[in-house]
């Protein structure tokens, strides 16, 4: 039987089909192409679904912080506050290109408990639906099923969204060296020193120990309160920063945008030099915060109506008292527009620039007289806390 065999395989491969090898590219193609086309069909509607799960929790994050944020303002019972989310669900919903028909959105509100003697509620937002597959088609998987869940918690007392806009003063004065606030990085460096009428800059070379200059204090004060609200809202849906500096020259500022990070950079690229006028930058501040757009932003991303900030830093009076007078009038515009003005004096040296500070606040709590390096981060620290402490907070 074994030779019967072999002498049947031999004939084979004596035969011409046999030792032929011309089709076989085309016999290969044939064979190996469905399944080529699947695995590239898997690789294609993996990413289309991956990327669809994404803006499903974008989707989710917004319902579940406009719920939590109308319950937590007391705008709306839990009832009311689930429609909510759903309604604002379904709307974005139509921008993942699905069918209304094939997506389900479950809202579940949960009071939870609180020894602070207000309500605090967890809103939970999961949508789900069927994705249309693309190349996978060919193997007869027509659908895929995305998912997606957000949870934020929130308390009676909590507000919205936020908008701050940093007013900073960068004239030369700022140049200035902080006694008390050592640089631990140099052992000895230039003290740069006032005369008492705060008009003329004067220096020291090779002075121990080393000091941070007033800019330096105040970027590092920044800093810390834009990592705070950071923290807060590490997803960037909530809050929105911008910034401009000032001195007698003008500067290009920051606009407001979602997040920190550009306007901490900003920030820490501004040198020290020129006079003192306040006006411009603050002008800018106030029509930035004011400008339609920026509450579109808050709709668009998160359903809220943002709260509004302006802190304004100097570390003296304007040049001409007639710009103090220009800026107070911008303070007065903001404030009647309920944007909250908070006011920073650095190292003051006349009462004329602590009663210009104190007019502009939204109120003598609101108003900060910081004597050192310490004290300044201390008030920005404290900003910080008021700000951002009652934001509602995704949890997941």
Not at 310 to 337: L, P, R, W, Y
Not at 347 to 362: D, R
Request: hydrophobic share 35%.
């Amino acid at each position: 039987m074994i030779k019967f065999i072999t002498s049947i395989a031999k004939s084979l491969q004596a035969a011409p089909l046999w030792r032929d090898t011309s089709g076989n590219f085309g016999i290969m193609t044939a064979v190996l192409l469905p399944c080529l086309i699947g695995t590239a069909g898997v690789a294609l509607d993996l990413v289309s679904a991956l990327d669809t799960k994404g803006r499903m929790g974008e989707i989710a994050d917004s319902a579940s912080l406009a719920a939590t944020s109308a319950l937590a303002a007391k705008k709306a019972n839990p009832s009311e506050a689930k429609k909510l989310a759903t309604d604002f669900a379904m709307v974005q919903i139509g921008s993942l290109g699905l069918p209304a028909d094939d997506v389900d959105v479950d809202v579940d509100i949960e009071t939870l408990p609180s020894s602070s003697g207000t309500t605090k509620y967890q809103v939970s937002v999961s949508i789900s639906g069927k994705m249309p597959t693309t190349l996978l088609q060919v193997l007869g998987k027509e659908t895929m099923d995305v998912a997606n869940t957000s949870i934020s918690t929130g308390a009676t007392g909590s507000q919205n969204s936020l908008s701050m806009y940093l007013v900073l003063d960068r004239s030369g004065s700022m140049e200035a060296s902080v006694v008390g606030s050592v640089n631990p990085a140099h052992s000895k460096c230039t003290y740069y020193y006032l005369n008492a009428a705060q008009t003329r800059m004067s220096s020291t070379r090779n002075h121990s120990p080393c000091y941070y200059q007033r800019i330096e204090v105040m970027k590092m004060a920044v800093s810390d309160l834009l990592v705070t609200l950071q923290k807060t809202d590490p997803k960037e849906r909530l809050i929105r920063t911008g910034a401009g500096g000032f001195s007698s020259d003008a500067f290009e500022p920051h606009s407001l945008e979602w997040g920190v990070v550009g306007t901490n950079q900003h920030v820490q690229d501004m040198n020290a030099n020129g006079g003192t006028s306040s006006t411009k930058a603050f002008k800018k501040g106030v029509e930035a915060l004011l400008d339609r757009d920026e509450d579109a932003a808050h709709q668009a991303k998160n359903g809220l109506k943002p709260k509004k900030y302006i802190v304004f830093m100097t570390d003296g009076e304007n040049n001409h008292h007639s710009d103090n007078n220009s800026t107070n009038a911008q303070c007065n515009h903001a404030k009647a527009q309920n944007v909250t003005v908070y006011t920073v004096g650095f190292m003051l040296s006349s009462p004329t620039a602590k009663e210009f500070l104190l007019k502009c606040a939204t109120s003598s709590n609101h108003y900060f007289d910081a004597t050192n390096g310490q004290a300044l981060s201390a008030a920005f620290a404290k900003i910080a806390q008021e700000t951002s402490g009652k934001l509602p907070l995704l949890t997941n």
